[in-house]
């Protein structure tokens, strides 16, 4: 090894743990400064992760309005809207308990899925989350929000923080940019619950514990089941393409349900499709006899701006199945009456 070599990586360690005081750092002033946090008056459920990546936290935002709903709730669901690739100033309203008001271009790929996977929940975008709660409260009758990948939005004052990550992400992580941590694995200790993704329960315990988190459950990805997704299955084969933080994992998936994978194309997290995108796909399909085109449901959002495809594109729903689920809304639940004044 160089010095030169040596020299580099050195600084690159040294800027991880630089990145990791720094995130320490402002959570911290946060916490201390108790004052400075926003509040909205309705109760606020935070769902993040400590990691960049996909580790199942929208697929959880969904799960829990689509239980919301059933209490009786009015979620709404606020989100950065990460990308768009038109990031009006205010906020977007992407969805009201009537209909989807947005494009993807002013929603963004995750919170155009939502809104249409849980089609009476709110939706609200913008860079100021709180703006976008006190919006949802008074013109759309909000009464519960879910801070999507809220994690680190420590701005904003919260009722109930989830966790979602998997065995060993966290415990045997490091930060940026060395390894994939927001923060150092200290920070997950202000978590209020864990959902521990592609464990069983003891891995979720376990993890639990090295993390200092008292409520946990495990949970795994299951495909949902889609349109076309049967003569999928039957067919002599299919395409997968995907641009989601781990595209693997939905390989993976597909083939447990039982799709014979002829290729695979992946592409990077919240890749915006193009022409070029598309002849190359379609190349794919035709090496493979005319093969449907299998995709996530955030995928496929990304596709209709190009209208018309010159293949069969199928998008296959992917949802978290939790074992654990009464003991985290029956937390839920408690933290809702407690912001109520109701323990």
């Given at each position: 090894?160089?010095?030169?070599?040596?020299?580099?990586?050195?600084?690159?360690?040294?800027?991880?743990?630089?990145?990791?005081?720094?995130?320490?750092?402002?959570?911290?002033?946060?916490?201390?400064?108790?004052?400075?946090?926003?509040?909205?008056?309705q109760p606020v459920i935070s769902v993040g992760n400590l990691s960049v990546g996909g580790t199942g936290k929208t697929p959880l935002v969904m799960a829990l309005a689509e239980w919301l709903m059933a209490e009786g709730e009015r979620?709404?669901?606020?989100?950065?809207?990460?990308?768009?690739?038109?990031?009006?100033?205010?906020?977007?309203?992407?969805?009201?308990?009537?209909?989807?008001?947005?494009?993807?271009?002013?929603?963004?790929?995750?919170?155009?899925?939502?809104?249409?996977?849980?089609?009476?929940?709110?939706?609200?975008?913008?860079?100021?989350?709180?703006?976008?709660?006190?919006?949802?409260?008074?013109?759309?009758?909000?009464?519960?929000?879910?801070l999507d990948d809220g994690f680190q939005h420590v701005q904003l004052a919260r009722d109930f923080d989830i966790l979602v990550t998997s065995p060993g992400e966290i415990t045997g992580g490091k930060p940026l940019p060395v390894g994939r941590l927001r923060e150092s694995r200290a920070a997950a200790a202000r978590a209020d619950f864990?959902?521990?993704?592609?464990?069983?329960?003891?891995?979720?315990?376990?993890?639990?514990?090295?993390?200092?988190?008292?409520?946990?459950?495990?949970?795994?990805?299951?495909?949902?089941?889609?349109?076309?997704?049967?003569?999928?299955?039957?067919?002599?084969?299919?395409?997968?393409?995907?641009?989601?933080?781990?595209?693997?994992?939905?390989?993976?998936?597909?083939?447990?349900?039982?799709?014979?994978?002829?290729d695979t194309m992946s592409f990077a997290d919240h890749h915006q499709y193009n022409a070029r995108d598309v002849a190359r796909i379609e190349a794919a399909a035709r090496r493979a006899g005319e093969a449907v085109v299998l995709t996530t449901e955030k995928d496929a959002v990304r596709f209709e701006p190009l209208g018309a495809l010159p293949f069969t594109l199928t998008p296959i729903p992917m949802r978290l199945e939790v074992d654990g689920w009464d003991a985290l809304t029956a937390s839920l639940d408690a933290a809702l009456r407690r912001a109520r004044g109701q323990a």
């Open positions: 090894m160089s010095p030169g070599f040596e020299l580099r990586f050195l600084d690159v360690v040294n800027f991880g743990a630089l990145y990791a005081f720094a995130a320490s750092a402002r959570r911290s002033w946060f916490e201390r400064h108790p004052e400075a946090r926003r509040r909205l008056v979620p709404a669901v606020l989100s950065r809207g990460y990308r768009r690739s038109d990031p009006v100033d205010g906020v977007v309203v992407v969805s009201d308990v009537a209909a989807v008001r947005a494009d993807l271009s002013r929603a963004g790929d995750e919170p155009l899925m939502i809104a249409r996977a849980v089609p009476r929940a709110i939706v609200c975008v913008a860079e100021d989350r709180y703006l976008a709660g006190v919006l949802a409260e008074r013109r759309l009758g909000a009464t519960v929000h879910l864990v959902v521990v993704v592609d464990g069983d329960t003891d891995a979720a315990r376990t993890e639990a514990w090295e993390l200092g988190i008292s409520g946990f459950a495990s949970a795994r990805r299951k495909i949902a089941g889609a349109q076309g997704a049967q003569s999928a299955q039957g067919a002599s084969g299919a395409v997968a393409v995907a641009g989601i933080g781990r595209p693997e994992q939905f390989v993976a998936l597909l083939r447990e349900a039982g799709y014979q994978l002829v």
